[in-house]
Structures are given as C-alpha cells and as structure tokens.
C-alpha cells in the first residue's frame, strides 16, 4: 500500500529516506569529479571544459549548436569555454563544407590525451562502484538517473546512447 506523506505519494520511502538520497547524490557528484577537478585545476580549467570536452570527444565534428543543445548552456558561456579550449590548441573548430555557417568541432591529439586523461578517472571510480554494488544495482542506478532526467535532456541521452550502436 502506498505511505502518503506531505501530500505526495512515495511508495515505499519516507521523506528521511529521500533526503538521505539527496545527499547521497551530493556526496557521490562530488567524488565523481574530484579527480578530473584536480586535474583540471592544473590548467586553470574548470567543470564546464570538462564537459564540452567530453560531448565534443563522444561525438567528433559535433556542431556548435549541437553541443550548446546538450550542455544547455548558453551561447556566451560556450563561447567562453571553446575559445580557452581552441587557444590552448585542444579543440579545433572547422567551417562547415555545407553550411558555411556552421563550425564543427574536433579534439586534437593533445584534446583528446586530456579527454582520455579526465575519463580514465571517472572510469575508475565507476567500474570501482559498480562492482561493489553488482549488475542489478547498475541496471536500477541508470534507470534511477534517467527517471529523473527532464525529458529534453533523457531524449538527448538516448540519442547519443543509440549513436554508439
């Protein structure tokens, strides 16, 4: 039977339970990026880098806008970030062969070492969790994440997951 509690229908967890999930995540994000923050820190670099770096390594020649709709970001903020990345000779933005307007963009070999160097980290960490935690625990973790994405961004999730196959 479904607890009502505050007006909402939890199912089965309490609101003591749902605060300690909160802050579970809390704790859990910031041990995902510590690694790749202190890396990034050496090179006066932040999180938003970090991300255009990874989608921008996920899916090479991945346009502008592209990458603007699935950081959702705006244009001054990626802008800022992809001039520093470009700069320091990491991205390579390429006028499009059919649309003049558009840049794509591309890591280059010292792009893709940091790319490799900032994943390699994360990876641990998740394949560390994940073996502790077990194959049905990672099948309930993910469908836990994407439940609690907006749906905008759980199409864009599934669109670059199908890419890959």
Same mark, same amino acid.
């Given at each position: ?29 910031? *041990?995902? @990026?510590?690694?790749?923050? !202190?890396? $990034?820190?050496?090179?006066?670099? /932040?999180? +938003?880098?970090? &991300? ?43 006028? *499009?062969? @059919?649309?003049?307007?558009? !840049?794509? $963009?591309?890591?280059?070999?010292? /792009?893709? +070492?940091?790319? &490799? ?49």
């Amino acid at each position: 039977m479904a607890e009502l509690q505050g007006g909402e229908n939890l199912l089965f967890l309490t609101d003591e339970q749902l605060r300690q999930g909160i802050e579970a995540m809390f704790f859990a994000y910031q *041990g995902f @990026t510590a690694d790749p923050d !202190r890396i $990034l820190a050496t090179m006066a670099y /932040g999180r +938003a880098h970090h &991300r255009a770096v990874h989608f921008i390594a996920r899916s090479p020649g991945t346009t502008v806008n592209n990458l603007l709709a699935t950081l959702g970001v705006t244009k001054q903020s990626l802008n800022r970030v992809l001039r520093t990345l470009i700069e320091d000779g990491l991205v390579e933005s390429r006028v *499009g062969t @059919t649309d003049k307007r558009e !840049r794509h $963009l591309y890591l280059t070999e010292d /792009g893709a +070492a940091l790319e &490799r160097k900032l994943s390699d980290a994360q990876r641990a960490r998740m394949r560390a969790a994940y073996r502790a935690a077990g194959p049905q625990s990672v099948a309930g973790f993910r469908r836990v994440l994407e439940a609690m994405m907006d749906p905008d961004m759980r199409r864009r999730y599934h669109a670059i997951r199908e890419s890959d196959t």
